[in-house]
């Protein structure tokens, strides 16, 4: 990693030199999921009371490939494990693309889950949520006839993903959970019926959220200047995962708080292999024009500046690393993708600072 620190432009410099790139942000606007929660503590402040985290072991590391890759494999150790939570009761579902659903965890907070589909081509069936509306036949996604269940599993560990990384910035996400399906939970609610036992993606479900809302807000720097942290953080995040997101803003409170959710696009989204990630590692991160499209100053990124230092390759591989190997993305992938967020870590420091 490139250990040069990055020197906090000045806010006229800011303007001046991106002044060409409102070009590239027609489609930023559209790009970013966020939205808008209410206080912090209805976010993060909440217990859990989940088993330990049993994750499958990955089995022993190969040796082979290039250099790069082996050390790679070396960094690919999980580090800072979530605790798994059960799935207690089911509230709804989502008509979503993954068919997302929200149940009520044993430590009593509710999450929206991505779970891994039965098998291909199946149909959810008709079914009431809690809420009383009644949801019809819907396909799920068509997988590889030799690798059922692949999609969802790949989706959930780029949502998952996005959320670890995002924790790291301090940016404003629901905070990410292991939420564990059991055998028993899917025969008890034929609404779920449809999924796989086993650990799924969580994230900490966030009531009254409202819109959908586009273009994306700029910051209002009068009046929103709570927000400033929560768009630099987040600025800085999607501009490492590269989301391509189609999800909207979604507005809550008073004062409003900017909330991002919905990762299932990021890194190459759900269809990457190695030759995606590979090329995505090479591409401009954007970060000078998302900052700017958000109504941010240099002033305003020191921060996350700070925190994308931080981001060592050893944090990196440990984040990576700790996928659970049921979701089973293959070790190539793994150091595919270990090595495109640090080539985009790198390019965007260069981005920035050259900015």
């Known amino acids: 990693m490139n250990d040069r620190r990055i020197t906090v432009l000045d806010p006229a410099t800011w303007r001046l030199r991106v002044g060409g790139i409102p070009r590239l942000l027609r489609d930023l606007s559209q790009r970013v999921p966020l939205a808008f929660a209410g206080e912090p ?24 490939g290039t250099h790069e890759d082996d050390r790679w494999r070396e960094l690919l150790r999980p580090s800072h494990l979530l605790p798994i939570i059960e799935a207690s009761e089911y509230v709804r579902s989502y008509d979503t693309d993954s068919l997302a659903f929200q149940v009520t965890g044993a430590d009593g907070n509710d999450y929206v889950v991505k779970a891994s589909h039965l098998r291909p081509g199946d149909f959810r069936p008709p079914h009431r949520d809690r809420a009383g509306v009644v949801h019809g036949d819907t396909p799920l996604f068509l997988d590889p006839p030799d690798s059922p269940g692949r999609y969802m599993k790949a989706v959930m560990s780029v949502d998952h993903l996005a959320i670890r990384f995002g924790e790291h910035f301090d940016a404003p996400v629901p905070p990410a959970k292991l939420i564990d399906i059991t055998s028993s939970f899917i025969e008890a609610n ?25 273009p994306w807000p700029r910051v209002d720097r009068d009046v929103d200047r709570s927000n400033l942290p929560r768009y630099a953080n987040a600025a800085m995040l999607f501009a490492l995962i590269e989301n391509v997101s189609d999800q909207q803003l979604f507005f809550v409170g008073t004062p409003r708080l900017m909330l991002s959710v919905d990762h299932g696009f990021s890194l190459g989204g759900a269809r990457r292999d190695c030759a995606t990630l590979n090329t995505l590692s090479t591409q401009s991160t954007q970060g000078v024009a998302i900052a700017y499209h958000l109504g941010l100053l240099p002033t305003d990124l020191a921060n996350p500046l700070r925190k994308l230092e931080d981001l060592t390759d050893e944090k990196i591989g440990g984040l990576i690393g700790s996928l659970p190997g049921e979701w089973e993305i293959e070790e190539d992938e793994l150091i595919a993708t270990a090595r495109c967020v640090a080539r985009r870590r790198d390019n965007l420091m260069e981005e920035i600072s050259n900015a």
């Not at 976010?43 to 082979?64: D, M």
């Not at 609404?191 to 809302?213: D, I, N, Q, R, S």
């Open 190 to 214: 034929p609404e779920v019926g449809f999924v796989t036992p086993g650990l799924a993606h969580g994230t900490l479900f966030v009531e009254g959220l409202k819109g959908p809302y586009r």
């Open 41 to 64: 503590s209805a976010i993060l402040l909440h217990r859990e009371r989940g088993r330990e985290s049993n994750y499958q072991e990955r089995g022993p590391l190969v040796t082979s």
